[in-house]
């Protein structure tokens, strides 16, 4: 589709006089509490990014008469593929008014947004949403897979919005071996000489650590001190996050960001963020499964995509829940039609390093 056609549709980038149409628009299929209505969010999610563009929010509306139709939101990112940097998009919040699905609004709304960079990718997207990629030509990756630390079993199996299977394995596995596993990998990193210091914001020792850490990781988003200090440092949901920096002597290892959702009133430790260096990743793990235990919280989980994770993660206890909770997690690619190479690395999903902090996903607390 031509840029002469997206316009033809009524395809354009949002300016702020659209304000007032989108909020109806927002109000009437996204919900009057909804996070896209936060002016504080907007501001930050749209107009702040590391890599913003000058020209404007990556944010695009169909209009009929003067109303918005629908809207396609982006995230504008720096993807790491190979040794090289390429220009990307996360696609949110696409949303069509059901009177005008079906009728070429959301693939314009898309075909838009895909032309904005070399790749497009997309988490966590409804149902409707995956439909209308789909029939774009988007890759389809499959789920992001939940991995969950029970650390009390008792208390979180009274509260856990899992099914009865996750109940059977752990009533067999038990709490003295979960405890046992908790203890045995934190002292072994400790013996390694590393220690978890919490800190009050990411400082540029980040910097170094994405150097040494990212190229393990065949295709990955940048994770600098300046998208840190955007993603959890000036976001209005600041508050939540907890950092750490997993250090031996002065260098820094990893870091984690861990916020506490709570599931019928009990505390359950959700990582949101990390990076390790390379033979690290167990040792920030293990440090954060004793935090999650010493301070009360019945489990630990990360949602996140990394085949160099798996195994280890196993190991010291953690459940692979592959399908997440009731948020969806499936995840799409979709290389500019200029850049075919890319479909190769980006579509497997075996390449890829996501956590909650990419896209959208992490918006809002799993569980609720």
């Keep these: 589709m031509s840029v002469i056609d997206w316009k033809q549709r009524g395809v354009a980038r949002y300016e702020p006089g659209d304000r007032a149409a989108l909020e109806a628009f927002q109000r009437a299929y996204f919900g009057a509490e909804a996070i896209q209505l936060c002016p504080d969010h907007f501001h930050w999610l749209f107009e702040e990014p590391p890599e913003r563009e000058h020209e404007g929010p990556q944010l695009w509306l169909c209009k009929r008469n003067g109303a918005v139709v629908g809207q396609q939101g982006g995230i ?76 009390d079993p008792l208390r979180c199996l009274r509260v856990s919005p899992y099914g009865g299977g996750l109940a059977k394995l752990v009533a067999r596995i038990g709490k003295p071996a979960l405890a ?26 980040v910097d170094d650590l994405w150097e040494a850490a990212s190229p393990q990781h065949p295709v990955i988003a940048r994770r600098d001190w300046a998208f840190l200090n955007w993603r959890f440092d000036s976001t209005p949901q600041a508050a939540r996050f907890r950092r750490f920096y997993v250090m031996r002597g002065e260098t820094v290892l990893a870091y984690v960001v861990l916020r506490v959702d709570h599931w019928k009133g009990e505390p359950v430790g959700v990582i949101c963020d990390y990076l390790a260096r390379p033979g690290w990743l167990v040792a920030a793990f ?36 592959k399908n997440g909770l009731r948020t969806p997690t499936r995840m799409m690619v979709r290389p500019a039609l200029d850049q075919p190479e890319l479909a190769g690395p980006t579509g497997d999903p075996k390449n890829w390093f996501v956590t909650v902090a990419d896209s959208d996903m992490g918006f809002k607390g799993l569980g609720e």
């Design 76 to 151: 504008p990112f720096t993807l790491k593929v190979g040794e090289r940097n390429r220009r990307a998009s996360w696609a949110i919040d696409l949303m069509v008014a059901p009177e005008w699905r079906l009728r070429g609004v959301g693939p314009a709304l898309s075909e838009t947004h895909s032309g904005a960079g070399d790749l497009s990718v997309s988490l966590s997207m409804t149902e409707a949403a995956y439909k209308s990629y789909k029939r774009g030509g988007w890759l389809d990756l499959g789920n992001v897979p939940t991995y969950l630390r029970v650390i």
């Design 180 to 205: 046992t596993a908790s203890m045995g990998y934190g002292l072994s990193a400790k013996l390694l000489g590393a220690r978890l210091v919490e800190i009050d914001r990411f400082d540029y020792r």
């Design 286 to 321: 293990s440090l954060m499964t004793e935090l999650a235990r010493r301070q009360g919280m019945v489990a630990l989980m990360c949602r996140t995509l990394n085949a160099q994770a798996a195994r280890p993660l196993s190991m010291m206890g953690f459940l692979c829940l």
